[in-house]
């Protein structure tokens, strides 16, 4: 078994005191801190010297208290004093560790000179050989009736999966995408199953009768015409971030996008139709990538808020990822996300390191989108991130 889990610990508070009530204040402690040294290191040394430093008593006081705090271990054949529930209850943190190493190495390490891809890279390779329409992807949920092909789960949002998964050379086309909840999607590793079930072809077909831009949204006959780019201090704050780029011009400057009054995005490269990104859609992708942070991350939302700062910081590196996805708000939102999955991954920020003490550095403005740099580094460093990972288990 390894040597340590990661900092948290369950106590089942009702448990813990229904068998307690006998234990004064200093065998409380005493009995506390053997608890969280099983928990971090394993079953306990039968040595009083050793259980007397870990409880931070002497040798005295340990002599004392320790007729009433040893009846809560046993000594087994390897000759350490262990508890069945500690036990069970590391066994079980393990194993979900070493599901989402699995997971994260599965999703992230490749092979060769494709390990130091960027995963927008990787992206932009898949898309190469294939790409789909959102109706595409619309039609496949509606036919696996909105649920994960996986685990048949309905009670929350699907992920599109790639079933050979980009770092292995699969395609984005709607043939190698499945829906997934995301515990399925990040615990998936390197396997290739599809679980789609018989007949979604046919359901993803797009009518060969119809223009193929009859899916996107009604349009003006006539395109606006791109304005000079506003001075950045006429700007709401908003319009500010949403602009900004990763070389410090305003979006309005990229071949990619232009700025127009109501400061919408629209894509402007080979389309004959571009499709404006409204204020209203950026403000729901910046709030989707946000509802998804505060679930990787398990904080609360009522407490946890979306702040202008924040929001601010979310635009921001949405403009980014839009530049790197050519427009595609979909695929932009999946690189943030990518991003919150490599903020988790990282035993330092998520205070499993044992030098934050526990403490946690995993702020959306301060450590996962604060500049341009930042971003770009959550993207890139997914291998390493895995490797840190496996060094712990």
């Excluded at 931070?56 to 350490?80: C, H, Q, V």
């Excluded at 599965?106 to 294939?130: D, I, V, Y």
């Excluded at 072809?201 to 006539?222: G, I, R």
């Excluded at 319009?239 to 995005?265: M, R």
Aim: charged share 25%; hydrophobic share 30%; proline share 6%.
């Amino acid at each position: 078994m390894e040597s340590k889990v990661d900092i948290w610990m369950p106590l089942a508070i009702g448990d813990y005191l229904a068998d307690t009530s006998h234990l004064d204040t200093t065998q409380h402690g005493a009995y506390l801190l053997l608890l969280m040294h099983y928990w971090r290191k394993g079953p306990l040394p039968n040595d009083a010297e050793q259980l007397a430093n870990i409880c931070r008593l002497s040798a005295e006081a340990w002599a004392i208290n320790s007729r009433t705090i040893l009846p809560f271990f046993k000594i087994e054949e390897d000759g350490m004093l262990h508890q069945k529930r500690q036990d069970a209850e590391r066994e079980k943190a393990l194993n979900q560790k070493r599901r989402g190493v699995a997971g994260a190495q599965g999703k992230w390490c490749t092979n060769g000179q494709e390990e130091k891809m960027k995963r927008s890279q990787r992206l932009a390779e898949a898309r190469k050989k294939g790409t789909h329409t959102a109706a595409e992807w619309e039609l496949l949920q509606t036919f696996c009736r909105h649920q994960c092909v996986r685990c048949q789960a309905s009670d929350g949002d699907l992920v599109k999966d790639h079933i050979v998964p980009i770092y292995q050379g699969g395609s984005d086309s709607i043939d190698n995408i499945q829906p997934l909840c995301r515990n399925c999607n990040a615990s998936k590793g390197p396997e290739t199953i599809d679980y789609r079930p018989n007949g979604w072809q046919n359901a993803c077909k797009m009518p060969t009768e119809m223009p193929t831009n009859v899916w996107t949204l009604p349009l003006p006959s006539q395109l606006p015409s791109p304005i000079p780019s506003p001075k950045e201090k006429e700007l709401p704050e908003i319009a500010k971030n949403a602009i900004s780029s990763s070389n410090g011009k305003p979006l309005d400057d990229s071949p990619d996008f232009q700025l127009t009054n109501d400061f919408e995005f629209e894509e402007s490269t080979t389309q004959t139709n571009p499709r404006k990104k409204t204020k209203p859609e950026l403000d729901k992708a910046v709030r989707e990538v946000f509802a998804y942070y505060l679930d990787v991350m398990n904080l609360n939302p009522s407490t946890y808020t979306l702040t202008p700062k924040r929001r601010q910081k979310g635009f921001s590196r949405l403009s980014e990822a839009l530049r790197i996805s050519h427009g595609d708000l979909n695929n932009a939102v999946e690189l943030m996300k990518g991003a919150v999955d490599e903020l988790a991954t990282s035993d330092w920020h998520m205070g499993r390191d044992e030098r934050t003490n526990g403490k946690r550095y995993c702020d959306w403005e301060n450590h996962l989108f604060r500049n341009t740099e930042q971003f770009e580094k959550w993207l890139q460093q997914a291998q390493d991130a895995a490797a840190r990972e496996v060094k712990h288990v």
